[in-house]
């Protein structure tokens, strides 16, 4: 936590004297005042060892366990909750400055990822992309992949224009993106790649981005997002 503030401090400072979510005044040239602060939560607790979500309890989430992924194991770098959401809508909506402090703080859980040779990022449509002007997953990407000396590779292409996938539920979610993403062959063959999307909620895109791949020929294929929802057993 104190390295991704300090990372965002020293990113503004000293042109940024106000708190990036609330708009108070800071003094100390941070851009989140201590309140805001509170808010974001690093995922630097217990994780699931697989989904990278983070848990109350120690190994494997009771839905990896149930349904064991298609991708080798995703990381995150923030819960995705409170503070944290707000700084990734405020990215979204076109604070693209945002994006050196999330790629270090994505960056140091990549580092985890030893044996990836090369980075990737979930695509938009086309349209999609002139809608908003800049993929954010890209750009991420991007920045990742400087400073992991790796190279980037375009692999996915999104050929279906997939709903809006926030109220519906897992089983939901696959059905609306089966087909969504299509890579070529000779672009996968072997390779082992980190896959960079934003959020990553119940991982059904991570899925099918893994299980088309897989089915290309990927070696082995990992995803980080800049945040992940915390798992909790549905009791
Ligand atoms: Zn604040
Ligand atoms: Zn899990």
Redesign the pocket.
């Known amino acids: 936590m104190k390295g991704f503030l300090k990372e965002l401090s020293e990113a503004f400072f000293p042109q940024n004297y106000t708190?990036?979510?609330?708009?108070?005044e800071?003094f100390d040239g941070r851009n989140?005042?201590p309140?805001?602060?509170e808010t974001v939560t690093m995922n630097d607790g217990l994780t699931c060892p697989v989904c990278g979500r983070r848990t109350a309890l120690e190994g494997l989430c009771f839905e990896c366990k149930a349904d064991i992924p298609a991708y080798d194991r995703a990381v995150s770098a923030m819960v995705y909750s409170d503070g944290g959401v707000k700084l990734i809508t405020k990215f979204k909506r076109g604070g693209a400055y945002l994006k050196a402090a999330f790629a270090d703080a994505m960056t140091d859980k990549c580092r985890e990822l030893k044996d990836a040779d090369c980075i990737s990022y979930i695509p938009m449509t086309e349209k999609a992309e002139r809608k908003r002007g800049y993929n954010q997953s890209r750009l991420l990407a991007e920045e990742i992949a400087e400073r992991l000396n790796l190279p980037i590779v375009k692999v996915l292409e999104k050929v279906k224009e997939t709903k809006e996938q926030k109220s519906l539920t897992k089983k939901e979610r696959e059905s609306n993106l089966k087909g969504c993403f299509a890579a070529r062959k000779a672009d996968c063959e072997g390779r082992t790649f980190i896959i960079v999307d934003d959020v990553m909620t119940t991982g059904a895109t991570a899925g099918e981005a893994a299980r088309i791949l897989k089915r290309k020929g990927a070696k082995k294929v990992y995803i980080a997002t800049m945040a992940s929802v915390e798992y909790k057993r549905e009791v």
């Open positions: 708190c990036d979510l609330c708009g108070r800071t989140l005042c309140e805001c602060a």
